[in-house]
């Protein structure tokens, strides 16, 4: 990622997580500086279908915390078995849409479990961005690195 730093801005850490299971290469990228919080995140359609970034730039005098979590979706799990009961079910009369749906099924299975970055500004307002749970341990490292730039202001 490519930030453009201000006056007397410094990089101290620069992240680069893998976003989705599936899309192993749209990452979500971080920069932590001495001065703002800044970085973009893919959106996707159905876990799938890559639709641009979100972006996050945020001054680090705003920022009241960041914390990181793992979070177990139900819903995408579910949505996932029926999904591939449907797709399995269905393969001997039409094989595409079978394959689609297992695709589908897929996808929202290996996202069901994930890590959550979450920015919490002083006004109390958090903003959560998921990340594969793979990389759990980079995001607690990032997390920690970002909340103590935030107590040394």
């Known amino acids: ?53 979100a972006q996050i730039a945020q001054p680090l005098k705003t920022i009241a915390s960041v914390t990181s979590s793992t979070k177990f979706t139900l819903g995408r799990l579910l949505l996932g078995v029926v999904l591939l009961l449907i797709g399995f079910s269905i393969m001997g009369s039409s094989f595409f849409i079978s394959l689609v749906l297992l695709i589908l099924a897929a996808v929202n299975i290996l996202n069901c479990y994930t890590a959550t970055f979450i920015v919490t500004n002083n006004g109390g307002q958090s903003t959560g961005y998921e990340i594969s749970i793979l990389e759990q341990s980079k995001v607690v490292e990032f997390t920690n690195e970002v909340n103590i730039v935030i107590a040394d202001l």
């Open 1 to 53: 990622m490519s930030t453009v730093l201000g006056k007397d801005e410094k990089k101290i850490k620069e992240a680069a997580f893998t976003a989705n299971l599936i899309l192993f290469w749209l990452k979500a990228n971080y920069v932590l500086t001495n001065k703002r919080l800044t970085g973009d995140t893919p959106n996707t359609l159905f876990g799938i279908v890559p639709l641009g970034k």
